[in-house]
């Protein structure tokens, strides 16, 4: 069984910082892609950043220059930078990882359960 569990949403003002977390645990063997996704209210769940095991990083422009996507390979984290945030950035945010599990042949997409951004004065 895998897991992927998310941390550090909240309420922050227009213009404030927030750091989101995700650690992956369980049966895997490898964690290839990791990344955030965001969906806000009556919208399409949507690509925020995506990062691979080597490093190389892309956003979706409309976070470009403000929000940092990194990972640590040896604790199974990614997390997720927010600065100068928007109200137009409030959403349900959502880790994603490409994992090789144990027992499973090939790579599988896993979710975590989400954690809530708003942006609001």
């Known amino acids: 069984q895998v897991q992927l569990v998310e941390s550090g949403g909240g309420l922050v003002q227009p213009g404030g910082s927030l750091r989101l977390s995700c650690i992956v645990s369980?049966?895997?063997?490898?964690?290839?892609?990791m990344g955030w996704y965001r969906q806000a209210l009556g919208k399409q769940r949507e690509l925020v950043a995506t990062i691979t095991r080597g490093g190389n990083t892309n956003y979706v422009d409309s976070v470009k220059g403000r929000f940092t996507i990194s990972r640590d390979n040896a604790k199974n984290t990614v997390t997720l930078q927010m600065n100068s945030l928007k109200p137009e950035d409030t959403a349900i945010y959502y880790c994603?990882?490409?994992?090789?599990?144990?027992?499973?042949?090939?790579?599988?997409?896993?979710w975590g359960q989400g954690t809530q951004v708003t942006v609001s004065s």
């Open positions: 994603n990882a490409v994992l090789a599990v144990l027992g499973i042949p090939g790579v599988r997409n896993y």
């Open positions: 369980g049966s895997f063997t490898s964690i290839y892609n």
